[in-house]
């Protein structure tokens, strides 16, 4: 029987303990609650209210102008960029919301790590804001130098605009990164040695492919010696008048036709020069 009363009294002291427990911890279980419902409500009237501010505000045509909806639909993301902004708004208040509700309820190890992501955020902010200004630049120095190229004639101009737009992108993004706390070092000196090693390729292979242009350049300027306007001459069996004396050819006039001719070849190959031009 002793046995039997000890247990008894052991029962019913855990059930005391463990139901002065739970009442001491409701107060906090509903404030907590409270906290949360309150905060839940408020976060969607937050979310609401601001993207149908941005939507008047024609932040979504201001997103299109600096591709950020071009981006977003790249990565699959079905929202406007006013929903995402408030889509973003509202998990910041619910952040401020959970961290304030493990605080009532004691849960210190919760509210400490949400407390660091809620301090990171205006460093990540910052970063997400340089980098869309950035793709904004680089997208408007792109089209300059496609329109400035365009009214020069220059063929060329689509392609090295778009080399320009992305060379300023990766930079614009590695310093997003930076901004954002991600070491970027590593990435940053392997990209750089496969952007020269690209660049010193395009240029020998640039070289390479223009080297008659070039010869032909510098034939044309030391042929601007030996040569002149009215001069009548023969190369390779073609005779006739020079009229024209470019950098890279020289132009005769024959009984027939014109003949342009490179100026290399005039400096190679064996000229006759059977009439001077004249003085006047």
Same mark, same amino acid.
């Given at each position: ?42 976060? *969607? ?57 493990? %605080? ?107 080297? %008659? ?44 036709? *014109? ?12 000229? *006759? ?8």
């Amino acid at each position: 029987m002793g046995d039997i009363s000890k247990w008894t009294e052991l029962f019913f002291a855990s059930l005391q303990a463990t139901t002065s427990a739970i009442m001491s911890a409701l107060p906090a279980l509903f404030g907590a609650l409270f906290v949360f419902f309150a905060g839940l409500f408020m976060a *969607k009237l937050i979310n609401k209210g601001l993207s149908k501010l941005l939507k008047k505000a024609r932040f979504d045509q201001l997103a299109e102008r600096i591709q950020l909806s071009s981006f977003l639909e790249k990565a699959n993301i079905k929202k406007t960029p006013s929903e995402l902004m408030g889509k973003m708004a509202y998990w910041l208040v619910m952040l401020l919301v959970i961290t304030t509700a493990s %605080d009532i309820l004691g849960w210190t190890v919760i509210s400490k790590e949400i407390s660091k992501l809620i301090s990171y955020l205006p460093t990540l902010f910052s970063a997400i804001v340089l980098f869309v200004i950035g793709g904004f630049a680089a997208g408007l120095v792109r089209d300059i130098i496609k329109g400035a190229t365009a009214s020069l004639g220059i063929g060329a101009g689509k392609i090295i605009s778009q080399i320009v737009y992305y060379m300023i992108f990766i930079i614009i993004s590695l310093t997003a990164l930076q901004q954002a706390g991600i070491d970027t070092s590593i990435i940053s000196s392997n990209l750089f040695i496969i952007l020269g090693a690209i660049m010193g390729s395009a240029a020998i292979a640039y070289g390479f492919a223009s080297r %008659d242009i070039l010869a032909n350049i510098l034939a044309g300027f030391y042929g601007k010696r030996l040569f002149e306007v009215g001069q009548e001459v023969e190369i390779k069996g073609i005779r006739g008048q020079i009229i024209d004396i470019s950098s890279i050819a020289i132009t005769l006039q024959t009984e027939k036709e *014109k003949v342009v001719i490179p100026s290399q070849k005039f400096i190679q190959e064996e000229v *006759k020069i059977y009439k001077q031009a004249s003085s006047d």
